[in-house]
């Protein structure tokens, strides 16, 4: 199944390529752009939100999804092909602490991601079909697209995180 494959992937894609990154080096970045624990905090507030909404709809009846003509449009072309759209810029709630604790952010990073392992073998497919939760942009997303999202969200942010681990190896 697409959903635990992508699951799977989420914490050797963001975790693997910083095996190594010490002390300082977890905050140096270019100017203007985030370091190595602030992309890795972005992204573990990011699973752990949503992972946190869909637990609250555990017993909730099965929903309809909600979503406006050009978030159905931007929601198909994102999840279908695959392709995040690098220029948006986080909000206010998915923005990282200045220096935030790498130990700390690793941690909340597993643990949301087992969270959504979790969910993911409790819940039947119908019921991960039939619950959503809303993205600023796309609109109401079930569980396997968020699942989707957040794979495509952490595969775009790992190149980043490549990008610093190459430059601080230099």
Request: net charge positive; aromatic share 8%.
């Amino acid at each position: 199944m697409k959903v635990s494959h992508h699951l799977n992937r989420l914490e050797p894609m963001v975790l693997h390529p910083v095996r190594g990154i010490t002390g300082k080096e977890w905050h140096r970045a270019p100017n203007g752009k985030w370091s190595i624990a602030q992309i890795m905090q972005h992204l573990a507030i990011g699973i752990d939100l949503v992972g946190e909404a869909f637990d609250e709809l555990s017993g909730a009846d099965a929903m309809k999804r909600q979503a406006k003509p050009y978030q159905s449009a931007l929601r198909h072309l994102t999840l279908g092909v695959g392709k995040y759209p690098g220029t948006l810029k986080a909000l206010p709630h998915a923005t990282p602490d200045a220096k935030p604790d790498p130990e700390l952010v690793a941690a909340q990073f597993r643990m949301g991601v087992e969270q959504y392992k979790a969910l993911a073998s409790e819940w039947p497919t119908e019921k991960q079909l039939a619950r959503f939760v809303p993205h600023p942009m796309l609109g109401d997303l079930n569980f396997p697209e968020w699942v989707r999202f957040h794979y495509l969200h952490c595969r775009h942010h790992a190149s980043e995180i490549e990008q610093r681990v190459r430059h601080l190896r230099k």
